[in-house]
């Protein structure tokens, strides 16, 4: 087996969760699957990564996979024994190191940095028609501290930031809201931001000293890109392990420089096959200051935002564009259904068209 036919097949695994599979057999499955094809890699593969002392490398990196493996499933049986400390305790050692192991986070392969002047994109639900200001497409207040429930990379009560590549990562992770229903900014980081790396890995583009990575770090990307079955519960034992290891990334930030995640949707629609690569990736940067209102200081600092716009107000303002691609060619006529849709002419892309052409403002802080 080579190491992208590895990569390829966790990653799918990841993918095609059974909707009866219970989340502990889920895990425990992927984690299991991961080691089994670990031990079938090709020699010729282990020279890739490991040129000089392969054998000896290899032992080592297949160690600390196996003990980081089998840490994740005590850390989850632990949390659902109610153990919570020890739980935490069980991915903190990795995450922070101990003995011979240098920790996740105290090293750079695990780190990714969005350079300066990256543009993101963050919707909201608004199905009353209401009008937001550009601070309200930002995280929600800390006096509204109420209305936040658990997500994947935050805990019920502590504001975060999340992210999204294009709109249309927003809209999967928002669980597909009808076009109607949601108003739409696009934001800008003006200095670079490091980020905690769990993206679940392309194979289409890894250069060599890449692997090592990705394979050290692979049992905590499967632990933390489970699908969530349950969405209606208020417990989500998908939750538990992204949980832990942003509350880790909060209390090391001022020694490690990393401000948060940038992960991939759990959400892929299988019926949109686009042109692009990389529309899935999501960001939660959690809030920096305890405050008693308005938003975060620091982080209003590291964004500038434009204005909302919506699918309807654009449709009535210009609704040849929105339609045809006025603005962007509209596409090829001749295309098959199974061709890979170009996404510049979804509305999801022509969306970002107009957005592109607005004005960025200072978040005001309050």
Avoid at 163 to 189: D, H, Q
Avoid at 207 to 217: A, T
Avoid at 262 to 290: H, M, R
Wanted: hydrophobic residues 30%; aromatic residues 10%.
């Amino acid at each position: 087996m080579t190491l992208n036919e590895l990569i390829q097949i966790t990653s799918n695994s990841l993918a095609k969760r059974n909707p009866s599979s219970e989340f502990r057999n889920e895990l425990s499955q992927l984690l299991t699957l991961y080691k089994r094809n670990l031990n079938n890699i090709d020699e010729t593969e282990k020279e890739i990564i490991f040129p000089f002392n392969t054998q000896r490398d290899w032992d080592k990196l297949i160690r600390d996979i196996s003990k980081l493996s089998e840490s994740i499933k005590i850390s989850v049986r632990e949390y659902y024994s109610g153990s919570i400390s020890t739980s935490y305790e069980k991915i903190k050692n990795w995450m922070e190191g101990y003995r011979d192991y240098d920790g996740l986070l105290e090293t750079s392969i695990s780190k990714y940095s969005i350079p300066c002047d990256t543009d993101l994109y963050r919707i909201r639900k608004n199905e009353k028609n209401k009008h937001f200001n550009p601070n309200e497409m930002f995280h929600i207040p800390y006096n509204k501290r109420g209305n936040i429930r658990t997500q994947r990379y935050s805990i019920p009560g502590y504001p975060c930031l999340y992210l999204s590549s294009t709109i249309y990562g927003c809209w999967e992770e928002m669980r597909k809201p009808s076009l109607a229903s949601f108003k739409v900014s696009r934001i800008r980081n003006i200095e670079e931001i490091d980020l905690f790396d769990l993206r679940i890995p392309s194979t289409s583009h890894i250069v060599q000293d890449d692997y090592i990575k990705i394979l050290r770090i692979f049992p905590l990307i499967i632990a933390c890109s489970i699908k969530v079955i349950n969405t209606d519960d208020t417990f989500k034992p998908e939750y538990i392990i992204p949980q832990i290891v942003l509350q880790i990334i909060i209390k090391n930030r001022k020694t490690t420089g990393i401000n948060g995640v940038i992960y991939s949707s759990t959400q892929k629609n299988i019926e949109f096959s686009f042109n692009e690569e990389n529309l899935l990736n999501n960001i939660a940067i959690p809030v920096f200051e305890n405050k008693s209102s308005g938003l975060c200081t620091i982080l209003s600092k590291k964004f500038n935002i434009t204005n909302p716009t919506s699918y309807e107000y654009e449709l009535i303002r210009d609704p040849e564009g929105m339609v045809n691609g006025h603005v962007i060619d509209g596409g090829n006529a001749s295309s098959q259904p199974d061709d890979p849709i170009p996404y510049n002419k979804t509305v999801f892309g022509l969306l970002q068209s107009r957005l592109l052409l607005q004005d960025l403002v200072s978040i005001e802080i309050t």
